[in-house]
Structures are given as structure tokens and as C-alpha cells.
């Protein structure tokens, strides 16, 4: 077991195969659900995209087109300016600035809407004691910085150079990073520290949750205003995921159970009076 996540890892830190990358094409069509997540990384875009697409096809006329990279996310996003797109709650916060963008639906992972990001360490039990450290995260480069400055400025350390940034597939591979040394810390989930307990309760008893972060939103289907509300064949498609084993597995590959409708408690955490759709 312990081999298996180790080899993993190496082979991420030292080779990015340039088949991982799915580039989008230029003019996706009308009815697309756009898809980025920097939470989190997905083994094969390819693959996400088959997937949805099959499913997509036999619940309506929708198309699936995940996003690999940001900055192209975020310039098809400027010029496209209409559609339906599934985001970070994290990401919506920075881009609705720049976006009329209107959530519908929140994701639901073991019952719940919201999350928390944990910084866990073998050998500190304090921001204090890590010193000038390294930092394992399966979410990009951009969003494990803004936690981690979340992190700093809630206990008001001063914020100097940040830690270096090891990107991994999973979270529990940025559990195993620690415990192989390749790491000072894991930025990762409370589900995921908990799970390490079967895997490896060795390692488990090793590690101290240093930081828990903000509470935050799970990811969010939203439309660009102009676009209008989520149409119902889309919203049906999306709340229903979860009845069918297809369904499920593709909700599996996004990281949640289910989709539901944002209640007050949600649209306050992203700072907005609750809407109605």
C-alpha cells in the first residue's frame, strides 16, 4: 500500500505527461455545462469527459467541457458570457466580481453543503513550529495559497515568502506525502484524516491538525445572468444524478454525493441574500 501512494506521487512531482492536459475547444457548443475545479485534481480529463457526455446524452441535449487550466477558463468564460458552469465556491467568490453569476445548486458530500480545509503535520503542532515549510495539496497552486494566507492571517502570523506548494492527485496522497517525509504538511479534509485511520492508522496517530480553515461551500452550478436561470431540463438532470448508478459514478468523479438547492445558511456564506430559481 504504502509503495503504491509513494510511487504515485513521484510520479506526479517529476513527470506531467502532456496527454493529462484537455485543451477546450474554441466554440463549445450552445447547450455546454462548463466545468473547473482547482479544489481538487481528476486523473483524466478525457475520461470525465466521456463519461458525462454518455450521461449527458441520454437526460438531455447538453454537452460536458471540463477545464484544466484557469486562465483559459476564466477568458472562455469573458468572451462566451452565457451558459451553465460548475465552479468552486472559491473561485465564484473571485470571479463574480468580474461575472454576473448566478448560483443554483450547491454540492452535497456525507449530508453536507459546506467543508473545511485542515492543515496537518507529523513533526509540528503549530503554524510556530513549522517554520519554513512545505506544503502537500491536491488543489491547484492559487487555491492551496488562499487557504493557507486564510490560515496565517486567522492567527495573525506575520506573512513572509509562502511555503512551497507540492501538488498531488488526491488528498490522501498528500496525507501519505507527510508521512513519507516528502512534506512538512498536508492540506487536506477532516473526511480524508478520518479515512486515513483504516488506511494507515500508523501514520494517523502520528499526525496533528495544526489549522482548520474558514467554512466554505461545496462546489456550485451556476448560470451566467445573461444567460438566464438554470433551465428545469438542466436542474432535473443535475438533482437527479444521484438516483442512477451512472449518475452516481459521475458524481463520484466530480468529488460529491449529490446536488441540492442552496438553502439561506449557504447563500450566506457566499455573502448574498438568498435568490430565488
Request: charged share 20%; hydrophobic share 45%; glycine share 6%.
Amino acid at each position: 500500500m504504502h509503495g503504491f501512494y509513494l510511487l504515485g506521487i513521484v510520479f506526479l512531482f517529476w513527470a506531467q505527461p502532456s496527454w493529462l492536459a484537455c485543451a477546450p475547444v474554441k466554440e463549445a457548443p450552445e447547450k455546454s455545462i462548463l466545468f473547473y475545479n482547482p479544489e481538487s485534481n481528476v486523473d483524466s480529463f478525457a475520461a470525465m469527459k466521456t463519461m458525462m457526455d454518455r450521461y449527458l446524452k441520454k437526460t438531455g441535449a447538453y454537452t460536458f467541457q471540463p477545464f484544466n487550466d484557469r486562465d483559459i477558463f476564466e477568458k472562455f468564460l469573458m468572451d462566451r458570457r452565457k451558459g451553465i458552469v460548475i465552479l468552486s465556491s472559491w473561485h465564484f467568490q473571485i470571479l463574480k466580481q468580474k461575472l454576473s453569476l448566478k448560483p443554483s445548486l450547491v454540492g452535497v458530500v456525507e449530508g453536507k453543503t459546506t467543508q473545511v480545509r485542515i492543515l496537518v503535520s507529523k513533526n509540528a503542532d503549530s503554524l510556530a513550529a513549522l517554520g519554513d515549510f512545505t506544503v502537500a495539496s491536491a488543489g491547484s497552486e492559487a487555491y492551496s495559497e488562499s487557504i493557507l494566507v486564510e490560515m496565517l492571517f486567522a492567527r495573525q502570523r506575520p506573512i513572509g515568502p509562502m511555503p512551497q506548494i507540492l501538488i498531488v492527485p488526491k488528498d490522501i496522497d498528500a496525507l501519505m506525502a507527510v508521512g513519507f517525509d516528502l512534506a512538512t504538511a498536508a492540506l487536506t479534509s477532516k473526511s480524508c484524516l478520518d479515512m486515513l485511520i483504516t488506511i494507515n492508522p500508523r501514520l494517523h496517530e502520528k499526525l496533528n491538525v495544526i489549522e482548520i480553515s474558514q467554512t466554505f461551500l461545496h462546489p456550485l452550478v451556476t448560470t451566467i445572468e445573461v444567460g438566464g436561470d438554470l433551465p428545469g431540463e438542466a436542474r432535473d438532470f443535475f438533482e437527479g444524478m444521484a438516483n442512477t448508478t451512472e449518475g452516481r459514478r459521475c458524481l463520484d468523479v466530480i468529488g460529491l454525493d449529490n446536488w441540492k438547492k442552496l438553502s439561506q445558511a449557504d447563500w450566506e456564506l457566499l455573502g448574498q441574500p438568498e435568490k430565488g430559481n
